[in-house]
């Protein structure tokens, strides 16, 4: 019933930046969080960035701490990442997601996009 569509990605070099956004179709949003995971080929899917339905609360995955942001607007149905000081580590496959809470989307989220591309060269 949820679609999630990301958008944004593309090739980038080392310590350049890059915004991805993910728009929602289908139902209300309600008090959903939303949020970011990624996955590198032969690597392990790992979670990137979370926000409250309120933008009160984010979290940050630590290899990303102090280079991405995250946001909302639920008027929009929209949740965007700003992502900058890119490196290589940085190059995935980024997914928007939808979960109960900050929390539970960390491990369990209930929706997920088609993913968009990242690449950074170095």
């Known amino acids: 019933q949820v679609q999630l569509v990301e958008s944004g990605g593309g090739l980038v070099q080392a310590g350049g930046s890059l915004r991805l956004s993910c728009a929602a179709s289908g139902r209300a949003l309600g008090t959903s969080a939303m949020g970011w995971f990624r996955q590198a080929p032969g690597k392990e899917r790992e979670f990137v960035a979370a926000?409250?339905?309120?933008?009160?609360?984010?979290n940050y995955a630590d290899p990303v701490k102090g280079r991405f942001t995250i946001w909302r607007d639920n008027a929009r149905k929209t949740v965007s990442l700003q992502m900058n000081n890119l490196s290589p580590e940085d190059t995935a496959n980024y997914y928007c997601?939808?979960?109960?809470?900050?929390?539970?989307?960390?491990?369990?989220?209930?929706?997920w996009g088609q993913g968009t591309q990242v690449t950074v060269s170095s």
């Open positions: 997601v939808i979960g109960a809470t900050t929390r539970a989307l960390q491990t369990t989220p209930d929706y």
């Open positions: 926000i409250s339905w309120t933008g009160g609360t984010t």
